[in-house]
């Protein structure tokens, strides 16, 4: 779209279509010698991004393009939109501007949800990467949200009440409601992990698109996880949260209220989670840890034993006594 929106507005490529970029003379330096600004492929194989090396701009995708060309506001950028290339792109942004409060942000500022869409933004591609993640789930999305003049862009997974838990490398938050989100078709095994970067890691480990997946997006939710598992009883329940206080006590409670469960965890214990398994990241917190030995609760920090409890409701007393302390 962006290589269509240069063409009508006026600016031709400078030299061959390379198969990976267009260079152009720059559309914000009418005085440039040197072709400078480039369009760039996103992985939907079209030329969807701008760099401006002129400048040493981080760039952006058409709407970013068009704000910065006409000075407009994001809601003035769509109009412009419809104006260079006839559509009611407009519609659809009124259709999606949903507010929502959001964690991106600690000024109490609102949150628009503007689009779902594949994942195509060279910062979240990057940022999946680092996390060690090439292996995409169709289910994992990218969501575009207005914080007041800005864009952001986060991965994201739709929970079960149609809010959006999301993050990227600054920003772990939630758009709209909180929940549960439920992953696959769930006629053979359910993993449960706790957050969207260890479904992905595990869903890459594993190699088995058949597993199905609940993300409990917070440990909080834990008693959520737990009436919707209720309803598989028929099904074998993998376990693999992190190694952690709040893992080990969202772990026992579910093995307590579930049957058929499988602790995977002893596969990474010498990792914090299973997405640092994936990088190679060694084990570097000293977490209070409670684990189940026969009919008794064994609160331990680094390997040595700090009390014994009949029932877990009192080892996770102690735990919140002992961090506050």
Do not use: C, W
């Not at 330096?29 to 030329?47: R, V």
């Not at 995708?61 to 006409?70: A, G, L, P, T, V």
């Not at 999305?141 to 991965?155: A, E, W």
Request: hydrophobic letters at 30%.
């Amino acid at each position: 779209m962006l290589r269509d929106i240069m063409e009508t507005l006026g600016f031709d490529p400078i030299g061959d279509d390379t198969g990976k970029s267009i260079k152009y003379f720059s559309p914000f330096n009418t005085s440039e010698k040197t072709p400078s600004f480039f369009l760039l492929k996103s992985n939907s194989g079209q030329y969807d991004y701008y760099k401006d090396h002129g400048s040493g701009e981080k760039g952006g995708n058409h709407i970013e393009f068009i704000k910065k060309f006409f000075n407009l506001t994001l809601r003035g950028a769509y109009l412009k939109l419809d104006e260079l290339t006839g559509e009611d792109t407009q519609a659809s942004y009124k259709k999606d501007a949903r507010v929502y409060t959001t964690t991106a942000t600690s000024k109490g500022q609102k949150a628009v949800f503007l689009s779902e869409d594949k994942i195509t933004h060279k910062y979240l591609t990057s940022y999946l990467l680092e996390r060690g993640i090439t292996t995409i789930h169709e289910q994992v999305k990218q969501v575009n949200y207005q914080v007041g003049d800005n864009v952001y862009h986060s991965i994201a997974v739709k929970n079960v009440n149609d809010g959006y838990n999301h993050r990227n490398s600054k920003v772990k938050g939630v758009l709209g409601k909180t929940g549960i989100s439920i992953i696959g078709d769930f006629k053979k095994d359910i993993v449960v992990v706790e957050g969207l970067i260890d479904f992905l890691s595990h869903n890459q480990i594993s190699k088995n698109e058949s597993n199905s997946y609940l993300v409990m997006n917070s440990t909080a939710l834990t008693n959520h996880a737990i009436k919707f598992l209720s309803d598989f009883d028929n099904h074998r329940v993998i376990l693999a949260l992190d190694n952690g206080t709040s893992g080990d006590v969202a772990t026992l409670k579910i093995q307590e209220a579930i049957g058929s469960t499988i602790d995977i965890r002893k596969k990474y214990r010498n990792f914090d989670d299973l997405n640092d398994m994936l990088i190679n990241k060694p084990k570097t917190k000293r977490e209070l840890r409670i684990i189940k030995k026969e009919n008794e609760y064994l609160i331990f920090k680094a390997g040595k034993k700090l009390s014994t409890h009949q029932t877990l409701k009192e080892g996770i007393k102690q735990i919140d006594i002992l961090k506050k302390g």
